[in-house]
T-cell receptor, first 112, second 110 residues
Framework: DSGVTQTPKHLITATGQRVTLRCSPRSGDLSVYWYQQSLDQGLQFLIQYYNGEERAKGNILERFSAQQFPDLHSELNLSSLELGDSALYFC???????????FGSGTRLTVV | EDQVTQSPEALRLQEGESSSLNCSYTVSGLRGLFWYRQDPGKGPEFLFTLYSAGEEKEKERLKATLTKKESFLHITAPKPEDSATYLCAVPIGSNYKLTFGKGTLLTVNP
């Protein structure tokens, strides 16, 4: 157990639907990062939050959004889902100024 | 453009057959290079951080080295349990976000 908890582990949904992925960071970590991993693209950075504030954005689609709550857990919302959104979604956390991310075990999203 | 490139894409070894994985980067002002191991369907697991050219880190059968243009992950006398995808990453831009290479899939046959 890495200390970063992601739920659910698996999600199967239909095109056009909306889903929410949840992440609880490791105790004491203020930064949360979301990554998407597909077979052809590898790990792609989506967005970073630090202590509730958005700090950096990657190539995140407008249909995707995220937030970090006062208790530091984070949610990634994916809407108007398309087949191409099927992927593994990882959350990682780190302490301030510490590059050593700790990853969760991921959520496998399948859009049918 | 800042980039991270890993080679080979896949490597198949016999148990005990040592080899090296490569990670080349083009980043101005390197602020560290990170190696991760990823097992199928699981999240990447942190292995090493290297910060300056000439630095080396070791863990069991793995040794990571860093030059000004690339890093190597040397695997000595690998075992089947070393089979995994090995990822390298560097911070690019601000706010500590890591950019990952596409990884090397290592398979060690008994």
């Amino acid at each position: 157990d890495s200390g970063v908890t992601q739920t659910p582990k698996h999600l199967i949904t239909a095109t056009g639907q909306r889903v929410t992925l949840r992440c609880s960071p490791r105790s004491g970590d203020l930064s949360v990062y979301w990554y998407q991993q597909s077979l052809d693209q590898g790990l792609q950075f989506l967005i970073q939050y630090y202590n509730g504030e958005e700090r950096a954005k990657g190539n995140i689609l407008e249909r995707f959004s995220a937030q970090q709550f006062p208790d530091l857990h984070s949610e990634l919302n994916l809407s108007s889902l398309e087949l191409g959104d099927s992927a593994l979604y990882f959350c990682a956390s780190s302490v301030t100024g510490n590059y050593g991310y700790t990853f969760g075990s991921g959520t496998r999203l399948t859009v049918v | 453009e800042d980039q991270v490139t890993q080679s080979p894409e896949a490597l198949r070894l016999q148990e005990g057959e040592s080899s090296s994985l490569n990670c080349s980067y083009t980043v101005s002002g390197l602020r560290g290079l990170f190696w991760y191991r990823q097992d199928p369907g699981k999240g990447p697991e942190f292995l090493f951080t290297l910060y300056s050219a000439g630095e080396e880190k070791e863990k069991e059968r793995l040794k990571a080295t860093l030059t000004k243009k690339e890093s190597f992950l040397h695997i000595t006398a690998p075992k089947p349990e070393d089979s995994a995808t090995y990822l390298c990453a560097v911070p690019i831009g601000s706010n500590y976000k890591l950019t990952f290479g596409k990884g090397t899939l290592l398979t060690v046959n008994p």
